[in-house]
């Protein structure tokens, strides 16, 4: 079913949940009048939940893969939803006909309605997938030889792996099994396959599916080779020597037993110039009792503007579904705390790159009038207040840049939260080069304060509403400090222009 489908279904569920919640609440003594009173609550619930379920992506997960992790993100996005609705509703009519038990009762029948919805759709393609590959298996039984394995590991990796050969390999395939590191899951399934024992008992298993006319052919190994112990990595070594068995480890046909590079970014633009703050200093910084106050603060903000402004976000997206189309919200991988990458989310303001006869469009035929306008009042980054409320971004602080721009010479601007504003952005913009922007982006990391972070929210007003304005003095200045403090490394050349 298409995003869009699955979007409007779990509305569609809010909805029936929300008028069910009303019918036990009234005890099924329903009338017009009560009805009535009900709409504009019931409205804002609508709205809030299409508009926090299209951003938030709940809707992006397959329903037949759903897992406990999505469940919660199920449960957290309806509460945020419903307090949405509470406050918006509150402040149009003071909740005028909503019973005060009625939000409680709407949570727990909306979450249930979502979660069962899911957990059917699981079980019924679960029967299916048992039922294909029995029949997979009588129509290979005579046709080729059928391998035999046996799975070590519990974990996710496993599972995924286990319904991957039930999918892909039915009758070709049979599991005789899993294996785990411990005795405290023997009995139990993993994707309907039993655990049989824990590793070191694993000779006494192969002995006793022989009894029973199992051969095993191979052993895959569905974790890490560094995540085993010693005595582990012995007996498989053993096994496969003594045995005629194969032993795999998963990782190896999937190209994943290579460890990852320690930088997640690495920028190809040569620099001549580096920012390192020096290790005390830097172990002042992350001390600093501020972080935890600017984190309450960001997540306050935040939700107080999600709902003041969801209205607003609303009519947004509906302009953008109309100029630009589906989807409306337009995502990048960016670095964020430390260099960790997050999906930051922006309303598109362009149109699709080729035509529907393949003609690419530049860039200029790409933006709307109604993007330009949204760039210039930056109402594209609303979205942002998602990411902010996660935790991957903070309201004030350097603006994230796309990875082929950040270099590892600027990796200090990375020690704090990427913010929705910046004092880069308020005494510099997007004209001034790379290396003034991380300047200010460095020079705000030591010295973030409360008192900082609110001259940077008042000077980010008359930015969006009259543009940029270019300090010279506060570059400079940042630029003095950070030598100054021992910051700067490498060959300092660079040039400011007075462009006021």
């Known amino acids: 079913m298409p995003r869009l489908g699955l979007l409007s279904l779990d509305v569609s569920l809010v909805g029936v949940g929300s008028l069910l919640a009303l019918a036990l609440r009234e005890n099924f003594d329903l009338t017009r009048d009560r009805l009535l009173e009900f709409v504009p609550y019931f409205t804002a619930t609508l709205v809030i939940a299409f508009l926090v379920f299209a951003i938030g992506g709940i809707t992006r997960a397959i329903w037949r893969f759903s897992s406990q992790s999505e469940y919660l993100k199920i449960t957290a996005t309806l509460t945020l939803v419903i307090i949405g609705a509470v406050l918006i509703t509150f402040a149009y009519n003071r909740l005028d006909g909503v019973a005060r038990s009625l939000p409680l009762i709407q949570c727990l029948v909306c979450v249930a309605l979502l979660i069962g919805a899911r957990v059917l759709h699981k079980i019924a393609h679960d029967g299916r997938q048992i039922r294909k590959a029995s029949a997979g298996f009588l129509r290979h039984t005579d046709a ?19 319904q991957a050969i039930t999918e892909l390999a039915p009758g070709r395939i049979v599991i005789a099994g899993v294996v785990g590191r411990t005795d405290r899951h023997v009995g139990r399934l993993v994707a309907t396959h039993p655990v049989l024992g824990e590793l070191r008992d694993i000779d006494d298993i192969l002995n006793d599916l022989e009894v029973h006319g199992i051969t095993i052919d191979k052993i895959v190994v569905a974790t890490s080779f560094d995540a085993l112990t010693a005595v582990d990595r012995a007996t498989l070594l053993t096994l496969e020597r003594s045995r005629n068995i194969t032993v ?10 290579l460890k990852p590079q320690a930088t997640p970014y690495r920028s190809n633009r040569p620099s001549e110039l580096s920012f390192e703050i020096p290790p005390l200093e830097l172990l002042k910084i992350s001390k600093r009792r501020y972080w935890k106050l600017k984190r309450a603060i960001d997540a306050t903000v935040a939700f107080a503007a999600l709902v003041i402004f969801a209205p607003f976000m609303v009519i947004v997206a509906l302009v953008v579904a109309a100029t630009v189309g589906f989807p ?6 960016r670095p964020g705390l430390g260099g960790t990458p997050f999906r930051l989310y922006k309303f598109r303001t362009m149109k699709a790159a080729h035509t529907f006869d393949g003609r690419r469009l530049s860039d200029e035929e790409r933006l709307s009038s109604i993007g330009t306008l949204m760039r210039r009042l930056r109402l594209d980054e609303w979205p942002q207040l998602f990411n902010i409320m996660r935790g991957d971004m903070s309201i004030i602080g350097p603006r994230p840049l796309l990875p082929c721009d950040q270099s590892e010479a600027y990796r200090a601007r990375l020690l704090v939260r990427p913010g929705l504003t910046g004092w880069a952005q308020v005494v510099g913009g997007r004209t ?69």
């Open 144 to 162: 080729e030889p059928v391998s035999t394995l046996l799975v070590v590991g519990i974990s996710r990796l496993a599972e995924t792996y286990l």
């Open 248 to 257: 795999q480890f998963l990782a190896e046909p999937l190209g994943l037993d």
């Open 328 to 333: 409306v919200i337009f995502w990048q991988q």
């Open 432 to 500: 001034i080069s790379p290396e003034d922007k991380a300047a200010l982006d460095v020079w705000y990391v030591r010295n973030a304060s409360l008192r900082l972070d609110l001259e940077i929210a008042a000077r980010t007003i008359p930015m969006v509403l009259f543009g940029e304005r270019i300090c010279i003095p506060a570059i400079e200045r940042a630029w003095r400090d950070l030598s100054a403090g021992g910051v700067l490394k490498g060959k300092l050349a660079y040039k400011t222009e007075n462009v006021l």
